[in-house]
């Protein structure tokens, strides 16, 4: 399940040699030598470019082809993510295969947070290419996706139920048969859901009136809906209960175990010691160590 | 490319001399008002300069927004700057002339109107660029843009029926024009097109190379991490 | 349909929302009140000039309301951010606008509302032509407000200074419907005129506009 192998920069570039001939490159790809010009940059980043250019097509299909092979959740290549001068991702590749637990670990500032939003498509790259669900295109897989961010995401003015309602509806959870049978599936759905989560679905509260610990999973809640084949989620157990978030882990591994692919960014990682697949630590924009266990220590 | 641009600065130097020339003295004096109406030359060459770069900032907004390539968005940027510009010319004429004709500041005759229409349109368009905290600051100017474009002809036909209720004195010649001045106002206004294009050619190498610089900067915090 | 059913069901969410908080409301109605007071000791309601100008006093006073009401549209989707969980779902953006457009509309004709009959009893106002043409003239010119507005709001969500962005960019380009609004209003309550070619032009208005808005929105709403 664990399949990943730091990028190799030289055998990339063996491989684009051997299937574009060297005539059709672009004019400075022709008489540049990457590695010798630019070493840092080559090193760091592999081949990153958001142009299409005859290069980068010929690794594009290598790694089409790895991605199909090895029924990857998510392939990064390169991610590069710059808030004007700011650089918050700055070389991020992996590949993540699908079924596992992945526990994103670092100080804040190292990207988990954007790393999540731009897997779930709510942010751009500035540069490299990601492949969610086996998809280019995020948005053909957003109805796939869970995302619960630290922010509720929840209108504080309605009841769970009542906020699930309005979600599951742009969701399409029920398929149209007549509207009778697509309310009642609704329904359904969402108190499946609430319960799921060991919130009581009759509560008609406010959300902006729970805890924090309901609040952060009645937001569980609301990226279950769909039933997403990948979950991200950013620091949710952040102010909750220890026994809450017990629950919480106990409930994401369950998930886990049901063959859906989940990212958990959090600093609590010890709540998920047992549970997770991988830990991965990120520092200053990449990715610097993964590993299955916990306290190898890191680097 | 270079070799180009002297030549134009040349053909630029050489014409508004001869349009300055023409207009100030070889053109023949105007009836009625008298000298004052030779700010005619600089005030309609401006007004059909401007419309001919926002025109411009329309096709390259939408060749953005179909393409999404950034050299685009610079001659978008680049001939909204210079068409403000040129426009605000064409604002501060237009007053000058009325003022000693008409004894009033203002007119809200169609041309002047629409003008500062133009103006208001394309000023908003500069503040959002300025303001916008978006990364894809880009996509949203384009679109503003193609908001401004579809509004010219609205804003158009409004003021002119507005107008055809409730004339008032018109700024320039409403009727014919000698064919002399005519003459006068060709050449002025090829000047000014040459001087518009030498001007948002330095704008758009300067942006570029603006770019390159936050690029290169926005590499090395890439490359050394933070701080 | 499924459009159709994200909108309607947005429509209600926004409508339920803000009949429970009823708070943005009645702010909102006391200001279009006071407005309407201020205009009135501002514009003397008993020169005979006045009922000249009393079409164009409705509609600035109409555009202030609807300004302050644009503003917060966004507002309850910024709070917890909640348009992030609209983008996640797979629900196009267009059925999103739609509604916000329409509340808006629903909002700001309720304003429109208690104005008009305020400005009717402190102008002493009387519609010497088409009474009757009144009605699409408010509901063309207050659709031709709401839909940029309402999508404005979205772009000056992406930027600093939000508030005064709205109408930074909307007066502008709002210049030919206002222009038509004032002009068709004045026309039929002097009766001297015909509103007909005002009234054609806010159609004509109306339909580019929200064309080019429901063509747009998604990449507002994905520009982040």
Same mark, same amino acid.
């Given at each position: 399940m664990i399949s990943w192998e730091p990028p190799q920069p030289q055998k990339m570039a063996s491989e684009l040699k051997r299937v574009v001939p060297r005539s059709k490159w672009p004019h400075f790809l022709q008489n540049l030598d990457i590695r010798r010009s630019f070493p840092k940059t080559y090193s760091i980043l592999g081949i990153h470019s958001g142009k299409p250019n005859p290069a980068q097509s010929a690794i594009k299909n290598v790694r089409s082809m790895a991605e199909t092979q090895s029924n990857c959740a998510v392939v990064a290549n390169g991610l590069i993510k710059q808030f004007g001068r700011f650089a918050a991702l700055r070389g991020v590749s992996g590949e993540f295969a699908a079924g596992g637990l992945y526990v994103i670990l670092g100080d804040n500032g190292a990207g988990k947070t954007t790393l999540l939003r731009i897997i779930a498509g709510l942010s751009h790259l500035t540069r490299g290419n990601i492949s969610v669900l086996g998809n280019r295109n995020i948005r053909e897989v957003r109805g796939h996706i869970g995302y619960m961010a630290h922010?509720?995401?929840?209108?504080?003015?309605?009841g769970g139920m009542e906020n699930l309602r309005y979600f599951a509806g742009l969701y399409e959870i029920a398929p149209r048969t007549s509207k009778g049978d697509s309310a009642k599936l609704t329904e359904e759905r969402c108190r499946e859901v609430i319960t799921a989560v060991k919130l009581d679905p009759d509560l008609e509260r406010p959300v902006g009136q729970y805890s924090q610990g309901m609040r952060q999973r009645m937001s569980l809640a609301r990226a279950l809906l769909n039933d997403p084949r990948l979950l991200l989620l950013d620091e949710p157990f952040s102010n909750v209960d220890a026994r809450s978030a017990k629950e919480m882990a106990g409930l994401l591994a369950e998930l886990r175990d049901k063959e859906k692919t989940l990212f958990v960014v959090t600093h609590q990682p010890a709540l998920l010691e047992s549970l997770a697949d991988e830990f991965v630590w990120m520092e200053a924009g990449k990715i610097v160590k993964r590993s299955p266990a916990l306290h190898t220590g890191p680097q | 490319m270079k070799r180009g641009f002297t030549i134009l600065a040349i053909v630029t130097g050489l014409l508004l001399s001869f349009a300055l020339y023409e207009a100030l003295i070889a053109a023949p004096t105007e009836r009625t008002m008298g000298d004052v109406q030779r700010i005619f030359y600089y005030h309609v060459p401006s007004a059909w300069t401007a419309f001919l770069l926002f025109l411009i900032n329309f096709i390259a907004s939408l060749v953005f927004l179909i393409r999404r390539d950034s050299k685009s968005d610079i001659v978008a940027l680049v001939s909204a700057e210079v068409g403000v510009v040129f426009c605000t010319v064409v604002l501060v004429t237009g007053p000058i002339w009325a003022r000693p004709v008409w004894?009033?500041?203002?007119t809200w005759d169609l041309r002047l109107t629409l003008t500062l229409v133009l103006w208001l349109i394309y000023v908003s368009y500069l503040m959002l660029r300025r303001f916008s905290t978006s990364s894809q600051t880009a996509k949203l100017a384009a679109v503003l843009a193609v908001f401004g474009a579809l509004d010219i002809p609205l804003v158009y036909f409004s003021i002119w029926f507005f107008r055809t209720q409730h004339p008032s004195p018109v700024i320039g010649n409403g009727g014919s024009l000698d064919p002399r001045m005519a003459h006068v106002l060709l050449i002025n206004w090829a000047a000014f097109s040459c001087l518009a294009w030498l001007v948002c050619w330095t704008r758009f190498r300067l942006e570029v190379l603006k770019r390159e610089v936050e690029e290169a900067q926005a590499l090395e915090s890439l490359l050394e991490g933070p701080r | 349909m499924r459009l159709f059913a994200i909108t309607r069901a947005t429509l209600a969410k926004d409508v339920r929302l803000e009949w429970r908080s009823k708070d943005a409301i009645n702010a909102m109605l006391f200001f279009s009140l006071l407005v309407v007071v201020i205009f009135s000791f501002a514009f003397d309601p008993t020169a005979e000039e006045s009922r000249r100008i009393a079409g164009g006093l409705i509609w600035v006073a109409f555009l202030f309301a609807a300004i302050v009401a644009l503003n917060q549209t966004w507002a309850r989707e910024l709070r917890n951010q909640v348009l992030d969980a609209y983008r996640v779902? @797979?629900? @196009?953006a267009n059925p999103l606008f739609l509604a916000k457009a329409f509340g808006n509309f629903v909002f700001v004709s309720v304003l429109e509302a208690l104005m008009t009959p305020l400005f009717i009893i402190f102008y002493k106002l009387? &519609?010497?032509?088409? &009474?009757?043409?009144l009605l699409p003239i408010a509901v063309l010119g207050t659709w031709a407000l709401v839909v940029n507005g309402t999508f404005f709001a979205a772009i000056s969500l992406r930027t600093r200074s939000r508030e005064i962005m709205l109408p930074l960019l909307l007066f502008p380009l709002s210049i030919p419907a206002l222009l038509a609004m004032v002009n068709s209003t004045t026309a039929v309550l002097t009766g001297?005129?015909? &509103?007909r070619f005002w009234i054609a032009l806010l159609v004509a208005y109306d339909v580019v506009f929200t064309t080019v808005c429901l063509l747009l929105f998604e990449t507002v709403l994905e520009a982040e």
């Open positions: 922010p509720s995401l929840l209108y504080d003015e309605m | 004894g009033i500041w203002w | 779902s @797979p629900a @196009p009387r &519609a010497l032509g088409n &009474a009757w043409e001297e005129e015909s &509103a």
